[in-house]
Nanobody, 123 residues
């Protein structure tokens, strides 16, 4: 079976930090691009604007890189999203997703999706 499983979500205070994990089973992430997405209740799914490329490089857009960092550990078949200085508007279910094609992740249409982990930022 092919699965992506997110973990590390929870309740944090504004300004706090979380590290989300995305562990793959049934296949290896070595040659995949991985991205993070999130969806709040009543809102459309949106990209977190960070991607781990299949060549091992990582990228976060200007809008995200001040607070978010994406990383990959191929030996553990796991990708991470470090989130700092969290704000209430970051509250959402966070999903990781993977595809062999980088473009599929960039346009929000990767082949494999996880089930999501809840992140709540509140005082």
């Amino acid at each position: 079976q092919v699965q992506l499983v997110e973990s590390g979500g929870g309740l944090v205070q504004p300004g706090g930090s979380l590290r989300l994990s995305c562990a793959a089973s049934g296949f290896t992430l070595d040659n995949y691009a991985i991205g993070w997405f999130r969806q709040a209740p009543g809102k459309e799914r949106e990209g977190v604007s960070c991607i781990s490329r299949s060549d091992g490089s990582t990228y976060c857009a200007d809008s995200a890189k001040e607070r978010f960092t994406i990383s990959r550990d191929n030996a553990k078949n796991t990708v991470y999203l470090q989130m700092n200085s969290l704000k209430p508007e970051d509250t959402a279910v966070y999903y990781c997703a993977a595809d062999r094609a980088q473009r599929a992740v960039v346009v929000g249409k990767p082949f494999y999706w996880g089930q999501g982990t809840q992140v709540t930022v509140s005082s």
